[in-house]
């Protein structure tokens, strides 16, 4: 890998132009041109998945907290043309590594080849890419929560009333997002290994509250009492699951979903049949950068670096919460 110092002045004139068209950049931090000895940035789908706040907000300590670490920060706004863009220009500026939560696991390919062509260690962080060369990948094990989410799910209707069999609705996230992918099969695994759990449907909410309520309205109209619980492959879409329930004025079926955003786990701590599998995005963060430094610095990576994920009920949503909101 060429120097730090070489790579930063060959590309300093590039660095200023990519800046000053720059649209998805909330924090554009040192931008590759301070005193820091490690330049990095980290671009995510969209801060209006409160799941991507975090992270900006880790992202954002951490850098301002190490005086050996310089950083961008891009939000994505969930347009695939924006983050490709977005990561256009912390190459542009040599950067000494990039993190990157991608969208859709194809959608980056062309601007993580052009990383791997400046030399510059690209690790992902939460969602995966399916082409191109990476440091390492560092998330929670999205089959292991989309089953666990799944089996909580299950408990909790088996708790609520003891029938022959349960139904329950799949609410998907971002169609061609690999954490969409890995949760649904995770579900699958579940629903596969228990003889009286039934999928009755499956709709993308595309991770918003406001999609998983217009889904949520329809599978009540198509299905009505029929439904004994959700599975939502994120908290905001168990958010919108809950609220959709509560307007058709709909009792006892159980929610569950996947993160442990602050909104979602204020419901979980007062109601016995929702939970969630939290993750913890702050840890994602702090990992990425640690491996990402090391991959600077030519040491050897495992391809993939597991957070564990933590079950919130409302035993212990109250805990939850003081640690960690």
Do not use: K
């Not at 980056?108 to 191109?132: F, H, K, L, M, Y």
């Not at 009505?224 to 609220?243: K, P, T």
């Amino acid at each position: 890998m060429p120097s730090n110092t070489s790579r930063r002045s060959v590309l300093n004139g590039a660095a200023a132009a990519g800046v000053v068209g720059l649209a998805g950049c909330l924090n554009l931090g040192s931008g590759g041109g301070s005193d820091a000895e490690n330049e990095t940035a980290l671009s995510v789908p969209s801060l209006e998945l409160t799941f991507f706040a975090r992270m900006q907000n880790a992202f954002n300590n951490l850098t301002e907290e190490r005086d050996d670490l310089g950083g961008s920060f891009y939000d994505a706004g969930n347009s695939q043309a924006q983050q490709v863009s977005d990561l256009e220009t912390p190459i542009s500026q040599g950067v000494d590594f990039i993190m990157v939560a991608p969208i859709t696991a194809e959608g980056i390919s062309p601007v993580v080849q052009q990383a791997n062509d400046a030399d510059i260690p690209v690790v992902t962080i939460d969602r995966n890419i399916s082409e191109g060369d990476i440091a390492t990948y560092v998330a929670s094990d999205n089959v292991a929560l989309g089953r666990r989410s799944m089996e909580l799910c299950y408990g909790f209707m088996t708790d609520l009333s003891d029938q022959d069999e349960y139904n329950v609705v799949e609410l998907q996230g971002t169609q061609g997002a690999s954490v969409t992918n890995e949760r649904a099969e995770g579900a699958g695994e579940a629903i596969d290994s228990t003889d009286d759990l039934t999928l009755l449907d499956s709709q993308t909410g595309d991770f918003s509250t406001e999609e998983a309520v217009s889904v949520m309205e329809d599978f009540i109209t198509s299905y009505g009492d029929d439904i004994d619980g959700v599975y939502a492959h994120n908290d905001l879409m168990a958010l919108g699951a809950h609220q959709a329930i509560n307007n058709a004025g709909v009792d006892d079926i159980a929610i569950t979903g996947i993160d442990g955003s602050e909104a979602w786990v204020q419901e979980v701590q007062n109601v016995d049949h929702y939970g969630t599998l939290a993750q913890l995005p702050e840890e994602m963060v702090s990992q990425g950068v640690d491996f990402g430094l090391q991959a600077v610095d030519g040491e050897d990576l495992d391809d993939y670096y597991q957070i564990e994920g933590l079950e919130v009920t409302s035993e212990n949503a109250g805990g939850y919460l003081d640690d960690y909101f």
